[in-house]
Nanobody
Framework: QVQLVESGGGLVQAGGSLRLSCAAS????????MGWYHQTPGKQRDLVAT???????NYADPVKGRFTIPRDNAKKMVFLQMDSLKPEDTAVYYC?????????WGQGTQVTVSS
């Protein structure tokens, strides 16, 4: 099993930046990929960005060029650097880890972008 704890959400003006953090613990050496998803009320949880254990990154089209997904292997952490934020980025952001065919989720952190 893996436990994930997010931090770093908050309120920011459009055009600003936020950096989300996700700390992983547990069976971390079996993690195949980690990523970030976001969800707004009444909608499904959508992919934002992922990074595989080999370092391959993938971004949803709406965030390409604005968001990056760095990681710190030594600290067992993954981040979501969000720049040029837009009001439509407002959502709850969830950290995700995949291993053994299962998906694990953090508790979520709210990001609100004001216009």
């Amino acid at each position: 099993q893996v436990q994930l704890v997010e931090s770093g959400g908050g309120l920011v003006q459009a055009g600003g930046s936020l950096r989300l953090s996700c700390a992983a613990s547990g069976d971390i050496f079996r993690i195949n990929a980690m990523g970030w998803y976001h969800q707004t009320p009444g909608k499904q949880r959508d992919l934002v960005a992922t990074i595989t254990s080999g370092g391959i990154k993938n971004y949803a089209d709406p965030v390409k060029g604005r968001f990056t997904i760095p990681r710190d292997n030594a600290k067992k952490m993954v981040f979501l650097q969000m720049d040029s934020l837009k009001p439509e980025d407002t959502a709850v952001y969830y950290c995700n880890a995949k291993l053994g065919g299962k998906a694990y989720w953090g508790q979520g952190t709210q990001v609100t972008v004001s216009s």
